[in-house]
């Protein structure tokens, strides 16, 4: 019964698959939400969740890689996860 029942609460998780990548520059940091602001070339900005702003600075070049276990086009934490390198300089 219990194997049934974990079997069950797993169908409803979608994997999470590669949606797109963010190349950019690390423009403001806040330690108060661990989030880290990264805008692009062409000026679009996204917040993105981290576990230590401490690990970045202002200025630094990331890739990062965005993953969605949805289809939909929205901006929902629960939904997304973040794969972040800095670039070489």
């Not at 409803?12 to 190349?23: R, T, W, Y």
């Amino acid at each position: 019964m219990a194997l049934f029942i974990l079997m069950l609460c797993g169908c409803g998780e979608e994997e999470f698959k590669k949606s797109f990548v963010i190349e950019g520059t690390v423009n403001e940091l806040s330690n108060s939400s661990n989030t880290i602001d990264v805008i692009e070339e062409n000026e679009k900005m996204y917040e993105i969740p981290v576990e230590d702003t401490n690990v970045f600075e202002k200025g630094d070049s990331l890739r990062i890689v965005v993953y969605s276990n949805t289809s939909n086009d929205i901006w929902d934490l629960d939904h997304l996860r973040f794969d972040i390198e800095k670039n070489k300089k």
